[in-house]
């Protein structure tokens, strides 16, 4: 696994959360199964740009927030 996947999953889970949104909520806002998303969150797939564009507009967030590592800290 790359370096970038723990990042991008650690990042949606933590945003997802801190915005009070379930897993299905924000599956359902960014066009995706909820198993898809939970293994997205759970750094299990590689997912797409597109994919990563839509999670992000479903968050709230601009896309470039998914990939920073430094929100991590």
Same mark, same amino acid.
């Given at each position: 696994?790359?370096? #970038?996947? =723990?990042?991008?999953? $650690?990042?949606?889970?933590?945003?997802?959360?801190?915005?009070?949104?379930? *897993? !299905?909520?924000?599956?359902?806002?960014?066009?995706?199964?909820?198993?898809?998303?939970? *293994?997205? !969150?759970?750094? *299990?797939?590689?997912?797409?740009?597109?994919?990563?564009?839509?999670?992000? !507009?479903?968050?709230?967030? $601009? =896309? !470039?927030?998914?990939?920073? =590592?430094?929100? #991590?800290?």
């Amino acid at each position: 696994m790359g370096a #970038l996947r =723990p990042v991008v999953s $650690a990042n949606i889970r933590r945003l997802r959360a801190t915005a009070g949104l379930s *897993q !299905e909520a924000v599956a359902r806002a960014a066009g995706v199964t909820l198993n898809y998303y939970g *293994q997205t !969150e759970r750094g *299990q797939t590689n997912i797409t740009l597109d994919v990563l564009e839509a999670i992000a !507009e479903a968050l709230g967030v $601009a =896309p !470039e927030r998914l990939l920073d =590592p430094t929100t #991590l800290v």
